[in-house]
């Protein structure tokens, strides 16, 4: 079970209003928005949440179906992904993506998330030039749920390559220092 954790709300993502900016003709966060929705469309009990400021995308998560969880006046990263991993499911890996991030299509985030499932890793990891996404174990709740100032849970990935399914584009695990031996 994963909970798809969509984060339009922090400092970066909606100062000066970036995710509601207009880029190749539609709003930078509907890139998030389409992606997560196509991959919950093929991936049975995934579910979506996006966290965000009052009044912010409300009609658009109605529209797409997500859950919403409202943060007021975050002041950092690690309070959006704090918020977002308390509002997931009991048991449910928690996998982050930034709306900034329009890199990331629906074909890649699920064949990443399948990956990972196949896997039986506790921790995943898309590729930087794939937008940074990341997933983690139900286990690793507390050490999320510690997070501080900017920290967005990268951390947790030292020290765990071997533990981490690392995935670079469809149908390839990266070959780089993450992939387990």
């Given at each position: 079970?994963?909970d798809?954790?969509?984060?339009?709300?922090g400092?970066?993502?909606?100062?000066?209003?970036?995710?509601?900016?207009?880029?190749d003709?539609k709003?930078?966060?509907l890139?998030?928005?389409q992606?997560?929705?196509?991959?919950?469309?093929?991936?049975?009990?995934l579910?979506?949440i996006?966290?965000?400021?009052?009044?912010?995308?409300?009609?658009?998560?109605?529209?797409?179906?997500?859950?919403?969880?409202?943060?007021?006046?975050?002041?950092?990263?690690?309070?959006a992904?704090?918020?977002?991993?308390?509002?997931?499911r009991?048991?449910?890996?928690?996998?982050?993506?930034?709306?900034?991030?329009?890199?990331?299509?629906?074909?890649?985030?699920?064949?990443?998330?399948?990956?990972?499932?196949?896997?039986?890793r506790?921790?995943?990891?898309?590729?930087?030039?794939?937008?940074?996404?990341m997933?983690?174990?139900?286990?690793?709740?507390?050490?999320?749920?510690?997070?501080?100032g900017e920290?967005?849970?990268?951390?947790?990935?030292?020290?765990?390559?071997?533990?981490?399914?690392?995935?670079?584009?469809?149908?390839?695990?990266?070959?780089?220092?993450?992939?387990a031996?």
């Amino acid at each position: 079970m994963i909970d798809l954790i969509l984060l339009a709300e922090g400092p970066k993502e909606l100062d000066g209003g970036k995710l509601l900016a207009e880029e190749d003709g539609k709003p930078l966060y509907l890139h998030a928005f389409q992606a997560a929705r196509q991959t919950a469309d093929a991936m049975l009990g995934l579910r979506v949440i996006v966290v965000t400021r009052p009044g912010v995308l409300d009609e658009a998560v109605r529209a797409f179906g997500f859950n919403k969880v409202v943060v007021s006046g975050c002041r950092s990263l690690s309070e959006a992904i704090i918020a977002g991993t308390k509002a997931a499911r009991s048991g449910a890996s928690r996998c982050f993506l930034s709306c900034g991030q329009r890199e990331v299509t629906g074909e890649r985030l699920t064949a990443f998330l399948q990956g990972y499932i196949l896997s039986g890793r506790p921790l995943g990891r898309m590729s930087s030039a794939g937008g940074g996404v990341m997933v983690f174990a139900p286990y690793l709740l507390p050490q999320l749920l510690a997070l501080k100032g900017e920290e967005d849970g990268s951390q947790l990935f030292s020290g765990r390559e071997a533990r981490t399914f690392s995935y670079d584009r469809p149908g390839r695990e990266a070959a780089g220092p993450e992939k387990a031996e």
